[in-house]
């Protein structure tokens, strides 16, 4: 799965859980999903899937998150771009981006943890590519 857009939407690649698809495990870390899209996902239960995030669905604030685990990565990369930074991080396989508000003044050495707003992620099916959890048109 690859996107159009500056920074890229950052894609894991896992699978969803075997009993009710209702979690997403990227190895390195494991993301409960919504109950609507566990339920959209009944039928992939156990299957490879790619969970998609963009970098301003990630936050710092657990509180903001809804009961999000977080994700922990190692601090790769910082780019200042204004009103932003663009904090590049690594978990175990995966690289990813996260949006952060430079006056949140976050501890950029070491590791980070993010929170992901679920609600704005996308889950694709890891053979074909399909968005699972895209609104029926």
């Given amino acids: 799965a690859r996107f159009i857009g500056s920074p890229p ?12 698809a209702d979690t997403f495990d990227g190895g390195e870390f494991k993301v ?3 109950p609507e899209m566990a339920k959209k996902l009944s039928d992939h239960a156990g299957k490879k899937a790619h969970l998609g995030i963009r ?3 990630l ?16 601090v ?13 991080l690594i978990a175990g396989e995966h690289r990813f981006q996260v949006s ?15 929170y992901p707003l679920i609600q704005q992620a ?12 895209m609104p029926a048109q």
């Fill in 9 to 20: 939407m950052n894609v894991f690649t896992g699978s969803l859980a075997s009993d009710s």
């Fill in 32 to 34: 409960k999903l919504t």
């Fill in 55 to 57: 970098p301003k669905a």
């Fill in 59 to 74: 936050t710092l604030k657990a509180q903001e998150a809804n009961g999000s685990s977080p994700i922990k990565g190692k």
């Fill in 76 to 88: 790769d990369v910082v780019e200042m771009l204004g009103e932003e930074m663009l904090v590049h």
């Fill in 100 to 114: 952060v508000d430079p006056h949140d003044k976050p501890s950029l050495d070491g590791e980070l943890e993010v």
């Fill in 122 to 133: 996308h889950v694709f099916d890891g053979e074909t590519e399909k968005n699972l959890t």
